[in-house]
């Protein structure tokens, strides 16, 4: 193995400041706690050179160096293995689950959000085994979307990158009105706007702390989120056996009374078909761990654990807590109608008509502190991907700005300024507004997990061409390739039914009109992310690369070659049977 890329790959190696050719390379740990906390303002100046935490000097030559600047933003490695890991399993149940569930049960019955979400969650299971692989071995600032832009096509990558940008752009605006219609179901004496100022004022001063900001806060509430989701499982099971406290709905045995009575489908295979997207936007976040893993100091060590934590999540919070859902609320309950805020979440039905005192203040809390996270979630996934598309040539030079703090300053403000969208709630046509911005986030989700599936599938076949052995691969995504063929079938699947719904929603349109504007309010990204392909065309002309000229050695993370993995890996083996299974279970 070449000493200096051993060197550069080795998350132990001692940093320098001086390369061999008497290169400086700024060292954030010479900082002060406050610069690095990012709360003086010295944080808030640029960053000078490649930070010590992305780059070893060492042996490298001057052309390896000025290779790694050039394609690596300075985002300090802050995220601990107990951050990265949290941020997979609980980092996107928010409001998908807590209140977007209702809206789906209303729509397609019980047995349709069951299909829906197991059917998302099998293709998001292969999306994070394909991130897992890739991210491993190019932990690359900008996640995917530099992935996209290596393996796939430049053009294409721009149109990944600015519609993955909008779709959290617009979901901030939508969290913060969702926290405000949450804190309403306590007092609705306070203005909703006053509501929206005070979680944006929230976000901002969380975002003041950069990185171990996000991490910090999305650790202690995914903490909160699974212990809520936890319990609620629980007593769920106990309701539906008839355990529940006398004189409430559950003080006897419910079973599965409610799959034949209003039944299990709602409107049939149309209602299954409208509950794919809302599917989706409860599993989206869940690659941030792709984007996060630059961030992280050892991905090799943090990713597997974090990437098998999704099967887990999948299982016991989503599949688990929605059939309990099912079970104990008929689709008929006329509190699921919109499902836009806490009072419809069937969380907190479920403990009302227990009659459970406390505990749906508890779960609308923490629907409360979820919307938060997935707002604080909204500006580290916007920001990290314009500052992405700024470095490579996509956006205004001004977004590669990054501070001492490891802050992306002004791509940060950028995903902050779209806030204020939320303040339309208070007049009239705020609702028309919302319906478009959720419109245009809608499929957003669907098109990136289809092209980091793509990505995948293009690496393999790179890999292959330059005459790598799959052996060489510090991790191995669980169904290979095939599984990133199945991911890309089940996206196009999702489209289509999505178009079908489009066309002909459910409950039928009266008119043409009608019939436009709920295609367009169903399937609107789908045209914006075609606009900003052709767009990115247009612009720099480029084409899809063919497999021989896929740069595979930049930004390479793992050197080992065959016949060190084969001994890596039967060192493994050779431990003690209960250790290579919690392995394989949890971690890598």
Known sequence: MDPGKEKFNDASSSRSEIGNNGNHFYDPSKESIWTRLGVNFESFKRAPGVTGDRLVAGDLSEAEIEKIKSETPMLQAKMKKRHLTMIAVGGSIGTGLFVGSGSALKIGGPAAILIGWIIMGVMLVNVTQAIGEMSILYPLSGGFYMLANRFLDPGFAFAMGWNYFLQWAVVLPLEITVAGTTVQYWTEKVPIAVWITVFWVVIMILCLFGTLGYAEEEFWSSCLKLLIVVMFVFIGIICICGGGPTGGEYDHYIGGSLWQNPGAFANGFQGVCAVFVTAAFSFSGTELVGLAASETPNPRATMPGAVKGTFWRITVIYVTSLTIIGLLIPWTDERLLGGTSAAASPFVITLDNAKIPGLNHLVNATICVSVLSIGLSCVYAGSRTLTALAETGYAPRIFTYVDKSSRPLFSVIAVLLFAPIGYVNVVAVGD???????????????????????????FRRAWKVQGHSTEELPFKAMGGVWGSWLGVILVVIVLIAQFYVAIWPVGGVSNGNERAQSFFEAYLAAPIILAFWIGGYLWKRTMPWRAHEIDLD?????????????????????????VRIYRTLFTN
């Not at 930049?554 to 209960?578: C, F, I, N």
Request: aromatic residues 14%.
């Open 432 to 458: 028309t507004v919302f319906l478009w911005l959720q419109a245009i986030s809608g499929l957003s989700v669907l098109f990136t997990w289809g092209a980091i599936c793509l990505c995948h599938i293009r």
């Open 554 to 578: 930049t930004g390479r993370k793992s050197w080992l070659t065959v016949e060190e993995m084969r001994q890596y890996r039967a060192d493994r083996k050779a431990a003690p049977s209960y």
